[in-house]
């Protein structure tokens, strides 16, 4: 998947110190890349788990790979020997203070909160019976139990909202799904499109399309049709699954700092997870070097570890086992 494993021959010739603040797919690719070219790496995370959004993603019952491959990159990292610090949410001052050489920024996504009328204001919040689709997945087994013959809305029909769909459906929930877009899955495989298509018909899915949200009640949410009418769709419970924000993280406060930073994964952008893995392994393409003025230079373009004509320097000075001194690929 990440092109070969060739990486690993080389090592870092003088002592190196990064810092990962993150530990998702992106920040998990990144720590152990970097640990096993010899740097000393610390992975700041701030809940007591790692995996990122894979955790939780994972408990769908159609997504247990998901979480297999979260536990396998975990369990790489102690392997490799990452110093893990869980529940811990780094701060500017602590990367500043901390004599890191690089700051790997890879914070990830939330669930997007659009500013609907009510949507916000019950999304997660206590005694609530309205989630993002993290709340619904944290909070995803004690649910299942409620939900047989419960009016459930879902608001929005991407792969992630058809994914909790699925799961609703099978717990003899009543679904109704809601997007703006003319159909489902718009950005799903065929194959994977035909299969979820047929799922919505065979349990009598309602189905609102060119459709938005206007509002957002804790029995109710109010829609917008395609011609301009609204209408008021009763539910007991709702999920929001329209997309994801970034979530910049520390460095954004590191700016009149001498450390090198690289932003990666979703706190770029939310993409696919291949996506967030590759950005972590190209650190190993980028030489991390101090501003005249002392500013810190920051890497926060997309790029492509894979073709070497898009990196042409390399993260570290590294030296093959051999200790032949690498020349720096140009």
Do not use: W
């Amino acid at each position: 998947m990440l092109d070969n494993e060739s990486y690993k021959l080389t090592k870092v010739n003088k002592p190196t110190s990064v810092a990962v603040v993150g530990g998702g797919c992106a920040g998990l690719e990144a720590a152990c890349t970097a640990a096993e070219v010899g740097c000393a790496v610390t992975l700041y995370e701030k809940n007591d788990h790692l995996g990122g959004i894979l955790y939780d993603a994972g408990k769908l019952p159609a997504k247990f790979r998901i979480q297999e491959y979260a536990q396998r990159c975990a369990a790489r990292a102690e392997r490799v020997g990452v110093n893990i610090q869980l529940n811990t949410e780094a701060t500017d001052e602590m990367l500043a203070s901390g004599g890191y050489d690089l700051v790997v920024n890879a914070t990830g996504s939330v669930s997007k909160l659009p500013p609907i009328p009510g949507l916000r204001e019950l999304a997660d919040k206590p005694n609530s019976n309205v989630y993002t689709i993290i709340g619904f997945t944290q909070h995803l087994e004690e649910l299942a139990e409620r939900m047989e013959d419960k009016n459930v809305v879902v608001m929005g029909a991407g792969a992630v909202g058809l994914d909790v769909v699925e799961h609703l459906v099978e717990y003899g929930a009543h679904v109704t799904l809601v997007d703006m877009l003319p159909t489902a899955g718009a950005a799903l495989d065929l194959i994977t499109k035909l299969q979820m298509d047929e799922i919505l018909q065979q349990y009598h899915v309602d189905t609102y399309f060119s459709t938005a949200v206007a509002a957002v009640a804790s029995d109710h949410v109010q829609v917008r049709l395609p011609d301009g009418t609204e209408k008021t769709i009763p539910m007991e419970f709702g999920v929001c699954a329209m997309g994801m924000d970034s979530v910049p993280g520390p460095i954004a406060n590191l700016a009149e700092s001498r450390i090198p930073t690289l932003n990666i994964g979703d706190s770029v952008r939310p993409r696919r997870i291949i996506d967030a893995v590759l950005e972590g392994r190209s650190i190993l393409h980028i030489r991390p070097s101090r501003a005249q003025d002392g500013a810190t230079q920051r890497v926060n373009r997309h790029l492509n570890p894979v073709a070497s004509t898009l990196a042409p320097v390399s993260l570290m000075e590294t030296h093959p086992e051999s200790n032949e001194t690498a020349q720096p690929r140009g």
